[in-house]
């Protein structure tokens, strides 16, 4: 059975940084393409990165620069390092995975299996 965590979310001032995590169980995350969405109240989740079970990485233009997206392959778990965070950026944080889905950020639906998010809140 599939099972991804998240963890790291927290409240946060503009320009502040956090560290997202994801646990992954029931798989290797090694051979997965695995993202992070994010959804803030009222809108449609969106996707922020990316990365392919051979690295190869895709960031959303808004978060270019600032956020980047990494796994351990050895603990299974995936990672969001953001930094320079805006208030633009509060939202429920979900990690997602799929043996099968491109290195694309849209639609969500590409990813099969998802966390339970993470709440990150980022004040002006």
């Known amino acids: 059975q599939v099972q991804l965590v998240e963890s790291g979310g927290g409240s946060v001032q503009a320009g502040g940084s956090l560290r997202l995590s994801c646990a992954v169980s029931?798989?290797?995350?090694?051979?997965?393409?695995m993202g992070w969405f994010r959804q803030a109240p009222g809108k449609e989740r969106e996707g922020v990165a990316a990365i392919d079970s051979d690295g190869s990485t895709n960031y959303a233009d808004s978060v270019k620069g600032r956020f980047t997206i990494s796994k351990d392959n050895a603990k299974n778990t995936l990672y969001l390092q953001m930094n320079s965070l805006k208030p633009e950026d509060t939202g429920m944080y979900y990690c997602a995975a799929d043996a099968l889905a491109p290195l694309l950020l849209h639609p969500p639906e590409n990813f099969s299996y998802w966390g339970q998010g993470t709440q990150v809140t980022v004040s002006s």
């Open positions: 029931g798989y290797t995350s090694s051979s997965y393409c």
